[in-house]
């Protein structure tokens, strides 16, 4: 099955669940999608488990920034009720 291409110009956020030299995985939100991308399109400072912006339509989709109002996975991990739910201390 060939892969959705939006036509519609759209901005949707995503988190970097994998990400190697090729490809970069994410999973967009509303609906909850994982989508890939070429690597090359991820900025330099972002990496795994960072909330991303993706701004564009058809093919033109490109990575925008890492969303700036949205705390990482290892940061929400960090906090002291997570890290006793999960044993960490």
């Avoid at 970097?16 to 399109?41: G, H, K, Q, R």
């Avoid at 400072?45 to 564009?56: A, K, Q, S």
Wanted: charged letters at 30%; zero cysteines.
């Amino acid at each position: 099955m060939p892969a959705e291409v939006l036509m519609e110009p759209t901005t949707r956020s995503g988190v970097v669940i994998a990400l190697d030299d090729a490809v970069a995985t994410i999973v967009l939100t509303d609906p909850e999608e994982e989508w890939y991308f070429p690597a090359s399109l991820v900025p330099e400072h972002v990496g795994v488990d960072d909330v991303v912006v993706i701004e564009g339509a058809g093919r033109s989709l490109r990575i925008v920034a890492k969303d700036p109002l949205a705390p990482s996975v290892e940061s929400r991990l960090e906090r002291s009720l997570n890290r006793r739910r999960l044993g960490l201390r």
